[in-house]
């Protein structure tokens, strides 16, 4: 018997769990479904050795109904016949709306590519001014053609349109617009 207790110890590997529960669970709801996988990792493993919450995300695409998810990413040491249980686990919870087990490679460092995959953001009105920026002049350096442009000399074409107050209303709705919907929480913008 202490050469199948040895064979398990030795066959011991590294594995990274990704979960996303339901993005309708309260912040402590979540806490409570952490410590749920939590106890079952404990009770089905050997040690968790690295844990990353990243949070409540938007997603790609609907999973069972939902628009978004808490991310929890999970590296532990477990023999590989130990995981069973903790698929079955995942499986049957009704507020895991995905997982994935992977086993990973001896040389894994945990947490080290966090930074290539998830750079920081940047803050919110940056990234306003930075858009603005690009919209507003582009709008602004459009130059209506007619009939007198089309035969005068280059220079005449280049003069400055003082816009009218039409235009400048519907540049104030176009800009209003913009920071409806940079201000709207559920859109992302690239």
């Known amino acids: 018997m202490t050469a199948t207790s040895s064979n398990s110890a030795n066959s011991l590997r590294l594995y990274e769990l990704m979960v996303i529960l339901s993005g309708d669970l309260t ?7 952490l410590g749920e996988i939590r106890k079952a990792l404990k009770e089905n493993t050997k040690a968790i050795t690295y844990e ?9 695409y609907r999973l069972k109904k939902q628009r978004n998810g808490y991310y929890a990413i999970f590296d532990f040491n477990a023999a590989p016949d130990s995981l069973t249980e903790l698929r079955m686990n995942m499986k049957l919870n009704p507020h895991v709306l995905r997982h994935l087990l992977i086993a990973l490679p001896e040389n894994y460092e945990s ?18 001014k930075r858009i603005i920026k ?36 519907k540049l104030k709705k176009v800009e209003k617009k913009l920071e409806e919907i940079l201000e709207n929480p559920d859109i992302e913008i690239k």
Do not use: C, H, N
Request: charged share 45%; net charge negative; hydrophobic share 30%.
């Open 27 to 33: 912040e402590s709801d979540f806490e409570k479904e």
């Open 111 to 128: 947490g080290k590519y966090k930074t290539m995959v998830l750079p920081e953001e940047k803050p919110a009105s940056e990234e306003k």
């Open 52 to 60: 990353d919450l990243w949070g409540r995300r938007d997603l790609s």
């Open 134 to 169: 690009r919209v507003v002049p582009a709008e602004l350096e459009r130059t209506p053609t007619s009939v007198a442009s089309v035969g005068a000399p280059q220079e005449e074409a280049k003069k400055p349109i003082v816009a009218g107050k039409e235009e400048e209303e």
